[in-house]
Nanobody, 117 residues
Framework: QVHLVESGGGLVQAGGSLRLSCAAS????????MGWYRQAPGKQRELVAT???????NYVDSVKGRFTISRDNAKNMVDLQMNSLKPEDTGVYYC???????????WGQGTQVTVSS
């Protein structure tokens, strides 16, 4: 069992930056992938970015060139650096992890990101 806790959300003006952090209660060395999802009001949750154990990274097209995901297995953390934020980036951001062998999936409680125009 792994508990994920997100932090770093907040209110920012368009064009600004935020850095989200996800801290895991246990080792993430067997979590593949780890990633960030978001859910805007009235919309379905969508994938934002994922990073595998081997370091392969995937981004949704709308954030490419603006967001950077990073993973630190030693600290059991996954971060999401968000630059050039847009109002459409507003939503609750969730950290996600999937166990490599059991395929069990874990979610954090979410952190609110609000980008004002």
């Amino acid at each position: 069992q792994v508990h994920l806790v997100e932090s770093g959300g907040g209110l920012v003006q368009a064009g600004g930056s935020l850095r989200l952090s996800c801290a895991a209660s246990g080792s993430i060395s067997s979590m593949n992938p780890m990633g960030w999802y978001r859910q805007a009001p009235g919309k379905q949750r969508e994938l934002v970015a994922t990073v595998t154990i081997g370091g392969r990274i995937n981004y949704v097209d709308s954030v490419k060139g603006r967001f950077t995901i990073s993973r630190d297995n030693a600290k059991n953390m996954v971060d999401l650096q968000m630059n050039s934020l847009k109002p459409e980036d507003t939503g609750v951001y969730y950290c996600n992890a999937r166990h490599l062998f059991t395929q069990s999936e874990y979610w954090g409680q979410g952190t609110q990101v609000t980008v004002s125009s």
